[in-house]
């Protein structure tokens, strides 16, 4: 090797050469690795004399590069995973990170094990050097450990190694044992395994020891989420039930009061005007179930919205007839401009869904109008979307508030001046369906100016003429055939 430098011309222009981090095998046939400075020594007349060669021993050098460069990627790796855990999903951050701690520290198997409410063991995630994880038998491995019973065995020690006796049958013949402590009780165990008996060194422990605590924290965020999940799934429970069970009651107190009003004809003008009330507050109470069953059926995931091919000229005519009482109340009125032509107005939408979002939006610009007010809907196309919006010159949406329009019973501060009745569920229930229906809503807003909702939906392609039959006339009397014709 070094001969291509001796017998070359390197030395012809220099007088020294320094080659580094070669390998040096010495005499019991390890290497060493070393840096090598050649020097040339030649006489007055520049015959060469001879090299001086100087090795310099670099292997602690190199091992402390070595160390620095894995605790570099060690805080990397511990950086990008706590990330991950809080915000990924857990299970699959979770083998990411043990796949790159796993190649980090050269290992053979991780595996993840946590003790159910019921104490049994499982195992919640398993990373494997080679092939895919085979059925494990947790009790097997964990009594070839030793540790039957962790929780119990585990309570102080916060890092064990375990090298099996050489007459044990096991195929991992070194073990870092890290308990998991989740929600201040040992409930885990991370086993680091190794197939033949290894030296751990302390940065290893260090890293072993971070990474099951980043562990522990990633199994208590999903504790609290499974907790979580199950409450909301309680609280739906609740709601749908509550609802299902007072919409026919309701619904028969309704209809009671409309057969109550047409059987009774001369019915005194007090006693009219309490039934009026009746039937008024059991409408409010009839719309407040259905959006409480609504809302239900979104957040189990099983309000069905298929999409169908919908006229929005015809849904917003239909909102605007159905508004009339409403209107006549408040003496104000609707202007409507279509933009689109019939065959441009054509959505992929669920008809009964966008219907009662546009009811919904039409009736809060006249609730939260003043009285002879102008309502102004507009429909126009644009590129592939049609869009819709109805402007109000109401009492607008506070711009501290704007941000929690949307949200579940939210009602602005302002509305409580107004004396309106709601439950702050319409505008949930209106993005939640506009969104399944893979449209957006928005909103434009001034207090004391006004109001403008904006929805937008994919607008269906005109269907093409389908291909007329075609006739043939086989006439040669020229009268017939144009009568024919
Ligand atoms: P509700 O009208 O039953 O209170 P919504 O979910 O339909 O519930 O609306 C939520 C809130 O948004 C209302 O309480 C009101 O504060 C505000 N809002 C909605 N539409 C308008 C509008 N056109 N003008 C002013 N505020 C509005």
New binding site residues.
Partial sequence: YLNQYLSGSYFKTNRTLHLRKLNLMVQNGETIPIDLTITQIKDEESCVLGYVFAFRDIQYRISAEIKMSKMLKLENLLRESSQRLITFQIDEALLSMLTQLGKMLSLDRILIVQQTPSLKSQVVACWQKRGNPKKIDLDQELAELGQQDFTASFKKQPITIITPSANQKTKYLTAILAPLVISDKLQGLAIFQYKKIQTISDEDINAIQLTSSIISSALKRQEYESNLAALNQSKNDFVSIASHQLRTPLTSIHWMVELLRKRIDKLPDKEREYLDLIDSAVDRMIILVN?LLCVSRIEKGTAELENEQVDFVEIIETAINDTKGQLQEMDSSIEFINNTTDSRSKVAAHKKSLQQIIM??L???I???PDHSIIKLELNSKDNLIQFS?Q?Q????PEA?QSR??EKF??????ARTE???????????KSFIEAMQGRIW?E?QENQ??T?FISLPRLEPEKEPNMPEVIIAEDEKTLQLALE
């Avoid at 939210?410 to 509305?415: H, I, K, S, V």
């Fill in positions: 959006d919904n939006l009736s809060n610009a609730k939260y109008s109805c109000d109401g009492i607008g949406i508030q329009i949307f939210f009602r602005a501060e302002n509305t309106t009745q709601g439950s702050g569920l319409g505008l949930y229930i209106c909103f807003s006004g109001t909702f």
